[in-house]
T-cell receptor
């Protein structure tokens, strides 16, 4: 089963611009995580945000969580060509079994 | 940080053969591990939940006789793709749940190509 829907499915921006990706989910969660995946490679963990948190930062990354709307956003500021990748949110459905969203393919143009 | 090792990272096999993929938690104990499959340009789909010392729980639509899961210790789970066919070619990723810290960590994945 696939819980999360991500929006947009694909995003193309210029280097230096900000990129925002959104994730919506259906059931209550304990945690939500964001991952990056370069083409053909494994997952890279970006940020974990717990259900009692509203915002977290890590370097150029900012994640927000709105449990009332069952949605989260990932903001990448001052994007770089190296940020080109697919980004996935994953939610634990309240049972620590993580279900991944559909993903956003980000392309940052130099 | 916690590390999950997955082996092999890439395997090519002939149609009809079986392939075993290992998932190890290197510095923590994991009573629960998860197996995911990812087809090209798609997201990760949960296949099964692997519980140490008991039978795995499979997601709807996943053939348990096709994808054998064994979780014999707190640090090792294996996924065996039996009688592999070209349509089983995919990227398989495991994750392990840290018993103490209740966080989950992912392996780097195994790319399976069935000829």
């Amino acid at each position: 089963s696939q819980q999360g829907e991500e929006d947009p499915q694909a995003l193309s921006i210029q280097e230096g611009e900000n990129a925002t990706m959104n994730c919506s989910y259906k059931t209550s969660i304990n945690n939500l995580q964001w991952y990056r995946q370069n083409s053909g490679r494994g997952l890279v963990h970006l940020i974990l945000i717990r259900s009692n948190e509203r915002e977290k930062h890590s370097g150029r990354l900012r994640v927000t969580l709105d449990t009332s709307k069952k949605s989260s956003s990932l903001l990448i500021t001052a994007s770089r060509a190296a940020d080109t990748a697919s980004y996935f949110c994953a939610t634990d459905e309240g049972t620590y079994k993580y279900i991944f969203g559909t993903g956003t393919r980000l392309k940052v143009l130099a | 940080g916690a590390v999950v090792s997955q082996h092999p990272s890439w395997v090519i096999c002939k149609s009809g053969t079986s392939v075993k993929i290992e998932c190890r938690s290197l510095d923590f104990q994991a009573t629960t591990m998860f197996w995911y499959r990812q087809f090209p340009k798609q997201s990760l789909m949960l296949m099964a939940t692997s519980n140490e010392g008991s039978k795995a729980t499979y997601e709807q639509g996943v053939e348990k006789d096709k994808f054998l899961i064994n979780h014999a210790s707190l640090t090792l789970s294996t996924l065996t793709v039996t009688s592999a066919h070209p349509e089983d070619s995919s990227f398989y990723i495991c994750s392990a749940r840290d018993l103490v810290h209740v966080d989950q960590y992912f392996g780097a994945g195994t790319r399976l190509s069935v000829l």
